[in-house]
């Protein structure tokens, strides 16, 4: 069977380029980049140039890039490094919306004695900005950190993430943003940006598994979570997955040319049009976050009075790929935080699928899946209807 696949916030398919730089790697650059000989060092400037590549791609400089095992290596970095690294601070503030990589860990020091605030959202999705300026006005020396994501990766809806940062940088606090659903796909500029922290994976933008990275402003300083060496300017301790590396800058150049061009705006049309065909098409659904700031990467559809895991199995079974929620939490299917977070009633949430694209996605491939999705959708309402 030929699948549609259609869950590219989950992760996407490497490029060629990327396996092909892994490959060769694997088999001639495999020694240790922290070694003094002629062959540890070529692996060095290989993994120099690579960081290059990611530091052009978000606009940072060489230095403040620190290489991670993923996106969320990054975030946990991001939020434990600097409450390590700000003991007069102890507050951290964040919002339910956002990724398990970032609500988690917060949960986690919430229960270990740390102040977390969690900011209120709007019915849209987007974070409460006079509460943060409230925050901020009345308690701006105690807080360590505000994390908010830039792109929510159940919605694609985007937070006005230069307004957070301008508010945070007035009152001398700490900003970071994962920014996991954003870089690679749209232009990411940090050193125009009220940001002092940002987080990414590669494996989002047609990269490799198990690499991400981590921008720290100059300036910054984070404690390391993870000890036992001096890699990454004694930011993170291990051997350097050179591979990840060399993938992710290869990942991080295609990223750069694609963004020069504008198909953005092709898959930004194509998205609507698939969301305007399948609400003609189909009683009872609705775009979440649709009158919301989205990417174009994301449309997420609640089927009233439906499971998802039904409509995920059927489609499945027909060729479609698309999932519920988040990726990594979608196998417990548990309804969803952040759709409950934003005010969603439970029978649109239990309902709702989570379709995403990337730069390959073909207009080919939508008309196919809307065939499926509405045939799967109609078929699921005629049983409940016979019931």
Same mark, same amino acid.
Request: aromatic content about 4%; charged content about 25%; glycine content about 10%.
């Given at each position: ?15 060629e380029e990327v396996v092909t730089a892994m490959t060769q790697a694997l088999r001639e650059g495999w020694a240790n980049p922290s070694s003094m000989h002629r062959p540890g060092q070529a692996v060095r400037q290989q993994v120099e ?60 020091? *919430? +229960? @270990? !004695? ?8 709007? =019915?849209? $999705?987007?974070?409460?900005?006079? %509460? ?23 919605t694609g809806i985007i937070q006005p993430i230069e307004e957070i940062g301008r508010l945070c940088r007035e009152h001398g606090v700490r900003f970071h943003t994962d920014a996991t659903q954003w870089v690679g796909k749209m232009p ?45 300017? *004694? +930011? @993170? !301790? ?8 060399? =993938?992710? $800058?290869?990942?991080?150049?295609? %990223? ?31 775009v979440i976050g649709g009158n919301a700031p989205r990417l174009w990467t994301t449309s997420n559809i609640a089927f009233a009075k439906l499971e998802a895991e039904a409509i995920l199995l059927m489609l499945s079974e027909r060729g ?38 990337? +730069? ?28």
């Open positions: 069977m030929e699948f549609i696949y259609l869950d590219h916030n989950a992760t996407t398919k490497p490029a140039l690579a960081r290059e590549s990611v530091c052009d791609l978000i606009g940072c400089r060489d230095r403040e890039l620190v290489f991670t095992s993923g996106g969320t290596e990054a975030a946990n970095l991001a939020i434990s490094g600097s409450l390590a690294a700000q003991t007069n601070r102890n507050v951290l503030v964040t919002s339910r919306l956002e990724h398990s990589t970032v609500r988690e860990p917060a949960e986690t020091l *919430e +229960r @270990r !004695g740390t102040d977390v605030v969690w900011l209120a959202n709007d =019915g849209n $999705g987007i974070v409460e900005l006079d %509460a943060l300026r409230r925050l901020l006005a009345g308690r701006a020396d105690e807080i360590a950190l505000v994390s908010i994501m830039w792109a929510n990766n159940e990411t500029d940090v050193s125009s940006l009220p940001v002092d922290v940002l987080s990414f994976s590669a494996h989002k933008f047609h990269g490799p598994k198990g690499i991400g990275a981590l921008y720290v402003r100059s300036g910054v300083r984070i404690e390391p979570q993870l000890i036992g060496g001096p890699q990454e300017r *004694e +930011r @993170r !301790g291990g051997t350097e997955n050179v591979p990840g590396i060399i =993938g992710l $800058g290869v990942a991080a150049r295609l %990223a750069k040319h694609w963004l020069a061009g504008d198909d953005r705006r092709r898959l930004a049309t194509l998205r609507d049009s698939f969301e305007q065909r399948i609400l003609g098409a189909v009683d009872e659904a609705t479609v790929c698309a999932s519920a929620g988040a990726a990594c939490s979608s196998g417990s299917m548990e309804p969803s935080t952040v759709l409950l977070a934003m005010g969603i009633p439970d029978q649109r949430v239990a309902g709702s699928i989570r379709f995403s694209f990337s +730069r390959d996605t073909t207009a080919d491939e939508i008309d196919r899946a809307l065939e499926i999705i509405a045939a799967v959708i109609g078929r699921l309402r005629a049983t409940m209807a016979a019931v």
